[in-house]
T-cell receptor, first 111, second 114 residues
Framework: LAKTTQPISMDSYEGQEVNITCSHN???????ITWYQQFPSQGPRFIIQ???TKVTNEVASLFIPADRKSSTLSLPRVSLSDTAVYYC????????????FGSGTRLLVRP | KAGVTQTPRYLIKTRGQQVTLSCSPI?????VSWYQQTPGQGLQFLFE???????NKGNFPGRFSGRQFSNSRSEMNVSTLELGDSALYLC?????????????FGPGTRLTVL
């Protein structure tokens, strides 16, 4: 499975847009990029998943360039409640392996 | 629809004991996965069950085992507990066996081994 690299931590302020970039140089053709969010002492929560170009849902956007060696999670107008750890994962389609988590990015949103 | 439930939420055991954790997936979900989360190692995949069959297992010793029942509920057992087994144990369910299917996580069981 492709290894992911993302910043250890990021700081932001309420109302700002936050972009978290993830590197996955060895991504394979049948791999998807998935992001999860985790609050302290809770299980991770699915945010968004994509294969290429751009995916948008009600909470975030995911930008994936043509070479798919990186991806960017974009959180519009963050609030204090967005303070959490964000995990970028590469998920292999039709694999019996489930989620392989890296260290994640600890996002702190300040007032 | 009720989410994934895990019992108990907190557990304190001593070294050498064994423990059984329970997970009830979202109604209709047939895949249940287990993860261990510690400050040092992060979130690690333990194993996954689908339709009562273990489909895959992470890199954990044989002291860690699990099973899934016909109603998709799952249990995880850890025998001969060690201090290093102290962790948050998370269960996740998904509707299908597809690896790209969204995983819905429960709140976890916090195990402390003294």
């Amino acid at each position: 499975l492709a290894k992911t690299t993302q910043p250890i931590s990021m700081d932001s302020y309420e109302g700002q847009e936050v972009n978290i970039t993830c590197s996955h140089n060895n991504i394979a053709t049948n791999d998807y990029i998935t992001w999860y969010q985790q609050f302290p002492s809770q299980g991770p929560r699915f945010i968004i998943q994509g294969y290429k170009t751009k995916v948008t849902n009600e909470v975030a956007s995911l930008f994936i360039p043509a070479d798919r060696k990186s991806s960017t999670l974009s959180l519009p107008r963050v609030s204090l409640s967005d303070t959490a750890v964000y995990y970028c994962l590469v998920v292999k389609m039709d694999s019996s392996y489930k989620l392989i988590f890296g260290s994640g990015t600890r996002l702190l949103v300040r007032p | 629809k009720a989410g994934v439930t895990q019992t108990p939420r907190y557990l304190i055991k001593t070294r050498g004991q064994q423990v059984t954790l329970s997970c009830s997936p979202i109604s209709g979900h047939r895949s249940v996965s287990w993860y261990q989360q510690t400050p040092g190692q992060g979130l690690q995949f333990l194993f996954e069950y689908f339709s009562e069959t273990q489909r895959n297992k992470g890199n954990f010793p044989g002291r860690f085992s699990g099973r899934q029942f016909s109603n998709s509920r799952s249990e995880m057992n850890v025998s001969t507990l060690e201090l290093g087994d102290s962790a948050l144990y998370l269960c996740a369910s998904s509707g299908t066996a597809s690896s790209t299917d969204t995983q819905y996580f429960g709140p976890g069981t916090r195990l402390t081994v003294l």
